[in-house]
Nanobody
C-alpha cells in the first residue's frame, strides 16, 4: 500500500508561485502514474495534472496549462507541482494520487486507490 503525503501549500498573492511536493512512503512510486487534483470549497474535485511512470508524458487541465508543471523524481519517490502565475480561482485543497495507468488520467477517471490527505493553497487577490 502506498502512502502519499503532500506539502508546500500556503498563502500567496495573485501572480505568485508555489511548489507542491508529494512524497511516497516507499520506493514503489515508479510503478505508478501520478496525478494532482484539487477541490475548492463548495465545488467538486477536479483534475489538475498527471504524469506517466517514467515522467516522459504529462497532461494538464485547460485551466492550468501553461502555468503549472508536473514533474517527478522516482529516485526521491516524490512528485512535484510547480504553480506559477497563480490566480484566486486556484485556491483549493490540492491532492496527489497514484494510479496504475496514465491513460486513466487522460480519459478523465477520478477514482484511484491511493490518495494523500491534501495541502491547502490560498491565493489572495
Amino acid at each position: 500500500q502506498v502512502q502519499l503525503v503532500e506539502s508546500g501549500g500556503g498563502l500567496v498573492q495573485a501572480g505568485g508561485s508555489l511548489r507542491l511536493s508529494c512524497a511516497a512512503s516507499d520506493s514503489t512510486l515508479s510503478n505508478y502514474a501520478m496525478g494532482w487534483f484539487r477541490q475548492a470549497p463548495g465545488k467538486e474535485r477536479e483534475f489538475v495534472a498527471a504524469i506517466a511512470r517514467e515522467g516522459l508524458s504529462t497532461f494538464y487541465a485547460g485551466s492550468v496549462k501553461g502555468r503549472f508543471t508536473i514533474s517527478r523524481d522516482n529516485g526521491k519517490n516524490t512528485v512535484y507541482l510547480q504553480m506559477n502565475s497563480l490566480k484566486p480561482e486556484d485556491t483549493a485543497v490540492y491532492y496527489c494520487n497514484a494510479g496504475p495507468y496514465y491513460a486513466d488520467y487522460v480519459q478523465g477517471r477520478q477514482e484511484f486507490e491511493y490518495w494523500g490527505r491534501g495541502t491547502q493553497v490560498t491565493v489572495s487577490s
